[in-house]
């Protein structure tokens, strides 16, 4: 069974750009989730999406959206790009999402210069 | 905020020495899981352990888990290099809630 896939893997983008990273959930799994890893927050929660829906959101400005297709497939954008959000940011997936384990995926690298 | 906190945030070890992290949370919860990060790559699930449960082995790991303290453990045995990574604790605080992480601790093993 194929893992949770992320691309890009490494961008550089400009200040004031947008940038839009997209997740392949494991098959059947429903539930998305994106993360944000920064050395000195550690991991935050940006959203969960299940089935289409948002189900969660994390406490991020209106600059980071998401969203989901309905073969589960998720991405999530990021306008208006500004230094502080360059980070790693991680999509996970499970079948139920919520307090269930959840499988990561390498992660999307952005440099935001 | 954060719902977990690992300690030691960082902790270094001789290969075949034992690793022990603990984690504090500060709601109950349903479960507790435990997860690794090689250096830059994502997150890898170790082991899940749930609130009726007070040990859970899985290989050289073994977690313990006290829901009146409010704590767990995740003690790695006879440790290898390879063992070096990020060791995250994540709970939930209920079932539909997404999965909060500490900050990790970052565990060397020196061969």
């Keep these: 069974k194929a893992g949770v896939t992320q691309t890009p893997r490494y961008l550089i983008k400009t200040r004031g750009q947008q940038v839009t990273l997209s997740c392949s959930p ?5 539930s998305v989730s994106w993360y944000q890893q920064t ?14 829906t948002q189900r969660n ?10 969203r989901q297709f309905s073969n589960s497939r ?22 139920q999402g919520g307090e269930n384990t959840i499988y990561f995926g390498e992660g999307s690298w952005l440099t935001v210069v | 905020s954060q719902q977990g906190e690992e300690d030691p945030q960082a902790l270094s070890i001789q290969e075949g020495e034992n690793a022990t992290m603990n984690c504090s949370y500060k709601t109950s919860i349903n479960n507790l899981q435990w997860y690794r990060q090689n250096s830059g790559r994502g997150l890898v699930h170790l082991i899940l352990i749930r609130s009726n449960e007070r040990e859970k082995h899985s290989g050289r790991l073994r977690v313990t888990l006290d829901t009146s303290k409010k704590s767990s453990s995740l003690l790695i045995t006879a440790s290898r290099a390879a063992d070096t990574a990020s060791y ?9 809630t997404p999965l909060v992480f500490g900050k990790g601790t970052r565990l060397s093993v020196i061969a």
């Design chain 1, 39 to 52: 050395p000195g927050q550690g991991l935050q929660f940006l959203f969960e999406y299940f089935s289409e």
């Design chain 1, 57 to 66: 959101k994390g406490n991020f400005p209106g600059r980071f959206s998401g």
């Design chain 2, 88 to 96: 995250f604790c994540a709970t939930a605080p209920s079932g539909n």
């Design chain 1, 26 to 30: 494991i098959s059947g799994h429903r």
């Design chain 1, 74 to 95: 998720s991405e999530m954008n990021v306008s208006t790009l500004e230094l502080g959000d360059s980070a790693l940011y991680l999509c996970a997936s499970s079948s």
